[in-house]
């Protein structure tokens, strides 16, 4: 099973690329994710002036953190998601779920909360 991974990258100036830029290291990301096979699928990645967060689905912690390094990219904090939310999540119609069938932990904890 595919774990989801946030990872933020100190990157000073990255938001000033071009796209020559960002293609270049989508092109290494994706040749490093194609040497270590299906245990890690880089899902999206969001730039901002300094950093960006990638978002990776991955086995496990290590398998992100080799990515970054045969890349030679930072992976400043890795941090494995627990739950997703969206617009969605307010008006989802989770009276099964509070009635005891089918609890999920991505659920529960809202229910919880």
Not at 4 to 12: G, K, P, S
Not at 37 to 62: F, H, M, R
Request: proline share 4%; hydrophobic share 30%.
């Amino acid at each position: 099973m595919l774990n989801r991974y946030i990872i933020e990258r100190n990157m000073t100036g990255v938001g000033g690329g071009s796209d020559a830029d960002y293609a270049k290291m989508a092109g290494k990301s994706n040749e490093v994710l194609t040497s270590l096979g299906p245990t890690i699928q880089w899902v999206q990645s969001y730039v901002t002036d300094d950093k960006v967060y990638c978002e990776y689905l991955a086995e496990n912690e290590d398998i992100v953190r080799e990515h970054a390094k045969r890349g030679g990219f930072p992976a400043d904090r890795i941090s494995k998601v627990t739950h997703l939310c969206d617009p969605t999540t307010a008006t989802d119609d989770f009276s099964a779920l509070k009635e005891g069938a089918g609890k999920t932990p991505d659920r529960e904890s809202f229910l919880n909360a």
